[in-house]
């Protein structure tokens, strides 16, 4: 039975190599992000290993205010130099060195312009010299307030040499200091892991990165001969006490790795959780292959069982091909996925400025997860035409037809029940459930969902494919391929169901999507009434800030009504981590904002009613507040104002500001006089910020747009990662098609000899492919509309309050799924117009 399975299956190598696409196609998915993340993570221990390898133990006071890698970034606390000094006076320490290390120190570039960086810091430092790592390259380290030195990545980005004259953007306004030495590190790298560094002079760089005279980030301790730095370590931990943290290099660097392998373990998710849907759309192919084959297979099947093959064996030999055919897949994914996974590292690289990945590496969990995924999604799909191949009974041998479709009321009950039941577990997770229940209960209920509509896709096939072909009935191929295309519905149906998942979660996504964007829309324009918005580009986790004078003279110019600032920052709310904003005046930002509320005094702050309800504070509340580097302190909720009215849920009053990590404005808002046109002040304001070329002065419809623009590239970023489930889809179509073109030799044959050309025979099979194509596009937009307009509906809460339909999209779609029947239907129409019109007649 397993010789006669073997030489079936490789009689039908085309069936192999389709129905293995799918799962190839998965497994690329899964081992790709899995080789991905292990080479990262094995990047990022290389890259701080390398940073701390001159560090023996390393001081630093612990953060005012815990960030994890997902919520932003974590600002350094501040320690006094007297620190240094006592750490110097330790037996077993040789050298102690005061660093300076925050992130903001923003070059701008000789075009002008402010050296962009997605993702790696900007980091600003004082110069403590070179190490065994650090080599001067030209020049010397900075020795006055005037000078700076960078390293090599970031004066070629800029356009520098040493003696340039070199604007720098830090928290203070701009300065300008001549470059007085660039430098490198070990093996030729121009910087670590794509970072722009600048170094000042030590009370240079606590000015404009701290803003505090005698501080610093860090102590770097050098041990002494023969004493070990777990030695020093232990020794200076309970001298320094509880609100510091000591530790040596090695941890220091597995610490400072952990923190964004945390982001890199959030993204490896987000591409398993895509490959997740790829190889369920596969197993919609996969099921219709086997399907299709074992309905080929009929009398084949029945000369076994009349040759003495039990049932038991019937299913075995299908089973044993699927093992085989997701054996071959994985091997073949996991190749693919190597590849897949190197391609985005150095994609990474390239987009973290150039850094030096780790060389690409195996993780034994790919490799397990590539097999154990190919071969159990392959069986997993082939059970139930397995089954149906078990009860192939053995006078079918002797007849001439296939098997006919059994009825269509047990799939459909099945069907109605699975999919009340997903919508059940969608509701509960959209309106009824809380917490971490809350994710799992609407993945589940879309996923069971889908399920469930595929179940009832056999029961609705018929009369919508027959619908839609009559817009091809005009010529007899047109006809024939409606016919086609209707005549077997489970079969239609499956192949449907499968161009329907991607679909449905594209046009989901897009419904939310254009739905939060018109909500933001309308609640800025309602809300909003300041007409011009000093606004910055936001490329790192630490957003840039302009000088606060800049809003001085902008409410000096004639027709200003009003002009403001706001500035934030990540604190300590009670017990909870909060976004909270600050601002000099309240009663000006409420002005520019068009409310209105009373100055904020240094011990009040005011708070929107969302956010009070949530936290159950009244007027009159005491609320602890850390900031991320001021002292504690408890405020007293003075205000309560409606949601939106004004910027952010938490405002905090002007005396907060400087113990902010970023002590600038990180936005401004500009109210007019009545009467007075946007175009007579924005260009005065856009003079004020000519020091400022991260900011630009907008009004307040292209502010707007902008932020709207946000939602577009989630939609393509979607796109583009369910791509691979539509690519998936699209091989379904051509497998069927294929498969189907083998299964009608005979029937081809007969309609070529009775007149039908080979050009009418594309024309049929291209019809054919339209119409299912576009019977599961149509599918999935019905779907994803009603799950997109349920969640915006469940989010409604969250300030998405309009419901808006993408009618374009949705055609989109619907002519994409037209163009890919064309596509999906070449290579098979081609096959059914070279059939042999004799051979065809006498297949048997």
């Known amino acids: 039975m397993i010789r006669a399975t073997l030489k079936s299956l490789l009689a039908r190598k085309l069936r192999l190599v389709l129905s293995g696409l799918a799962v190839i196609l998965g497994v690329m998915f899964v081992s790709g992000a899995l080789v991905l993340t292990d080479t ?39 320690l006094p130099a007297s620190v240094v000094r006592t750490v110097q006076t330790q037996p077993g320490v040789r050298s102690a060195t005061g660093r300076v290390d925050a992130d903001g120190a923003r070059v701008i570039g000789a075009d002008g312009k402010v050296l962009t960086s997605f993702g790696p810091p900007r980091m600003g430092s004082n110069w403590t010299g070179t190490d065994e790592i650090m080599q001067m390259r030209s020049g010397r380290g900075p020795e006055t307030p005037g000078e700076i030195a960078m390293n090599a990545a970031t004066a070629e980005l800029a356009g520098y040499r040493v003696g340039d004259q070199v604007p720098v953007l830090t928290q203070q306004p701009k300065r300008v200091f001549t470059l007085v030495g660039i430098w490198g590190y070990t093996g030729g790298r121009d910087s670590v892991s794509g970072v722009q560094e600048v170094a000042f002079t030590t009370p240079v760089a606590q000015e404009l990165m701290l803003g505090a005279k005698d501080v610093f980030t860090s102590v770097t301790v050098q041990t002494a001969d023969g004493v070990s730095p777990e030695e020093v370590r232990d020794r200076l931990a309970p001298l320094l006490g509880d609100g510091y943290q000591v530790r040596t290099g090695e941890q220091l660097a597995a610490d400072s790795a952990a923190g964004l392998k945390e982001g890199i373990s959030f993204f490896n998710q987000i591409l398993l959780g895509f490959a997740g849907v790829a190889l369920f759309v596969g197993i919609f192919l996969i099921l219709n292959t086997f399907s299709i084959v074992v309905a080929q297979r009929t009398r084949e099947l029945a000369l076994l069982r009349a040759m003495g093959a039990s049932r038991g064996q019937v299913i075995n030999s299908v089973l044993v091909e699927a093992v085989i055919v997701g054996l071959l897949a994985a091997v073949l994914g996991l190749a693919a996925g190597i590849g897949a996974g190197a391609g985005l590292g150095a994609l990474f690289s390239s ?37 149906r191949a078990s009860r192939i009974s053995p006078i079918a041998a002797m007849q001439d037809v296939a098997t006919p479709d059994r009825p269509l009321t047990g799939i459909t009950v099945v ?129 840039p800030t302009f000088d606060p004078a800049i809003l001085t003279r902008t409410e000096a110019i004639p027709g200003v009504r009003a002009a403001a600032g706001m500035h934030t920052d990540m604190a300590k709310v009670g017990a909870d981590v909060s976004y909270v904003v600050a ?40 609320v602890p507040v850390q900031t991320s580097r001021g002292e504690p302190r408890t405020y007293t909720v003075a205000a309560i104002y409606p949601e939106n009215s004004l910027p952010g849920r938490i405002i905090l009053p002007a005396a907060a500001i400087p113990g902010f990590g970023a002590t600038g404005p990180v936005m401004g808002f500009v109210r007019l006089d009545d009467g007075v046109a946007v175009s007579a002040v924005l260009p005065q304001i856009k003079t004020l910020l000519a020091d400022s070329p991260e900011f630009s002065a907008i009004d307040q419809q292209t502010f707007v747009d902008e932020q709207a623009a946000q939602f577009d590239q989630i939609i393509m970023m979607i796109q583009i990662l369910l791509g691979l489930a539509i690519l998936i889809a699209v091989l379904g179509v051509v497998n069927t098609l294929a498969l189907s073109v083998l299964e009608r030799t005979r029937e081809l044959g007969l309609l070529r000899a009775i007149g039908l050309g080979r050009a009418q025979t594309m024309r049929m099979i291209t019809v054919e492919a339209v119409v299912i194509a576009v019977f599961g596009a ?21 300030g998405i309050t309009q419901l808006v339909l993408p009618w374009t999209r949705m055609a989109t779609y619907l002519a994409l799924a037209a163009l890919v029947g064309i596509f999906a239907a070449v290579l098979p129409a081609i096959r059914a117009a070279r059939l042999n019109i004799l051979n065809a007649i006498a297949h048997d």
């Open 778 to 798: 149509l599918l999935g937009v019905v779907v994803g509309a009603g799950m997109g307009s349920a969640v915006t509906r469940a989010l409604e809460n969250d």
């Open 351 to 387: 987009m973290g400025g150039g850094m030096d990945l780790a060389p690409i590496g195996v993780p034994l969990s790919a490799v397990i997860s590539a097999f154990t995924v190919g071969v159990l999604v392959t069986v997993v799909a082939a059970v139930l035409p397995a089954l």
């Open 583 to 622: 601002t000099p005046d309240l009663s000006r930002l409420a002005e520019a904002y068009g409310t209105t509320a009373a100055t904020l005094t240094p011990g009040q702050l005011a708070v929107s009613d969302t956010e009070a309800t949530e936290r159950g504070w009244q007027t009159g509340a005491r």
């Open 40 to 78: 990262l993570n094995r990047t990022f221990d290389s890259i701080f290993a390398d940073a701390y390898a001159s560090t023996d133990v390393s001081v630093a006071a612990k953060p005012k205010v815990e960030i994890s890698e997902m919520d932003g970034e974590e600002v350094a606390a501040t």
């Open 415 to 543: 069907g109605s029940l699975v999919t009340a039941a997903g919508a059940a577990a969608l509701g509960a997770g959209l309106f009824v459930a809380s917490g971490d229940s809350v994710l799992w209960l609407i993945l589940g209920g879309v996923l069971v969902t889908f399920i469930g509509v595929a179940l009832l896709t056999p029961l609705i096939s018929r009369p919508v494919v027959s619908l839609l072909g009559r817009l091809f009935a005009w010529s007899v191929p047109g006809r024939l391929g409606r016919l086609n295309s209707g005549r077997n519905p489970r079969r239609t149906a499956i192949t449907a169901a499968a161009l329907m998942v991607g679909i449905a979660l594209v046009t989901g996504v897009t419904v939310v999507m254009d739905s939060a964007k018109a909500s933001l829309k309308s609640e800025v324009a309602s809300v909003l009434k300041a007409q011009i918005l000093i606004n910055g580009d936001q490329d790192t986790a630490q957003a």
